[in-house]
């Protein structure tokens, strides 16, 4: 089953950010409970754009949104201390966003890894920055892989981010992560594939219409996860329709259930 995380508490929006700034706990309930409402299986938490705030708001961000959660949390920080903290204080097993080969963070996120009961994202980045070669993607999710499974995190746990890249930057990115997917899940088959995908249309007007096409795509080359918005009707109806077209739905029962609820329309 394609899982999506749900990417709208992040105070890099406006809207989150002045909810945040204000303490508006009704503004990110609501909000919360409409993505669950929308087929959401993870809702990411990330306050990481009031700098110098980010604990704080944190920790108000979960002490608001979980009496309202009923699907787990993906804590999202480039700061292992914050995701520490925030590890502390979740009620259900959560999705940790993320780890990476960047020295620093990998120092310090795997041996607080170790053995914990969570999801892991495994971004490919390292001290070099972001890929630039479906090989270079290819060796580094092996590399999280195998590190990871070292310390007890199984496969299955592991969400690996291939680090999608802005077409209008070179129009070789798509391909690019494209195929990388393809050799990951040849190579580990339970791996889990997720990514942000809004970022393949970065610089481009009419940007739904390119980031609905690509998760087609990713989804047949082995993405089984995004983060995105799940409010966004029109990519939550591409989804379901593009895992019936690739067999993950039996006797089509999920794309049925989701025209009779009118969440899926031509
Ligand atoms: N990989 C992983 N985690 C991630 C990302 C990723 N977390 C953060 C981000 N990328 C995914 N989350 C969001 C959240 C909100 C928005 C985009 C990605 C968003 N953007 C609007 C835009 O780009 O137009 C507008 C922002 C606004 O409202 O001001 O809403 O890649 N592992």
Request: net charge negative; with cysteine.
């Amino acid at each position: 089953m394609f899982e999506v995380i749900g990417e709208r508490i992040n105070t890099s929006r406006k809207s989150v950010q002045a909810a945040v700034a204000e303490r508006d706990a009704s503004y990110i309930i609501d909000d919360v409970k409409r993505q669950q409402g929308a087929g959401a299986n993870y809702i990411d938490v990330n306050a990481g754009a009031r700098i110098g705030h980010e604990k704080e708001d944190m920790e108000w961000l979960l002490d608001t949104i979980q009496p309202v959660a009923t699907i787990p949390l993906t804590l999202d920080s480039p700061d292992p201390a914050i995701l520490e903290m925030a590890f502390t204080m979740v009620k259900k097993p959560p999705m940790i966003n993320s780890i990476s080969l960047e020295k620093e963070r990998f120092n310090s996120m795997m041996p607080f890894l170790e053995g914990k009961d969570c999801k892991v994202i495994a971004l490919c980045m390292d001290d070099s920055g972001m890929p630039d070669s479906c090989d270079d993607i290819v060796a580094r999710a092996k590399t999280l892989i195998e590190e990871l499974n070292a310390i007890g995190i199984a496969t299955a746990n592991i969400y690996v981010d291939p680090l999608i890249q802005p077409i209008s930057t070179d129009s070789n990115k798509g391909v690019m992560v494209l195929d990388a997917v393809r050799a990951i899940k040849a190579g580990y088959p339970e791996v889990h594939i997720t990514g942000g995908l809004s970022n393949i249309s970065y610089g481009l007007p009419q940007r739904h219409i390119i980031n609905r096409t690509f998760i087609t795509l990713m989804m047949d080359a082995g993405m089984d996860s995004a983060i995105i918005d799940p409010l966004d009707r029109k990519i939550m109806a591409a989804i379901h329709t593009t895992d019936m077209l690739l067999g993950n739905d039996q006797f089509c029962m999920g794309y049925l259930k989701g025209v009779r609820s009118g969440a899926i329309e031509s």
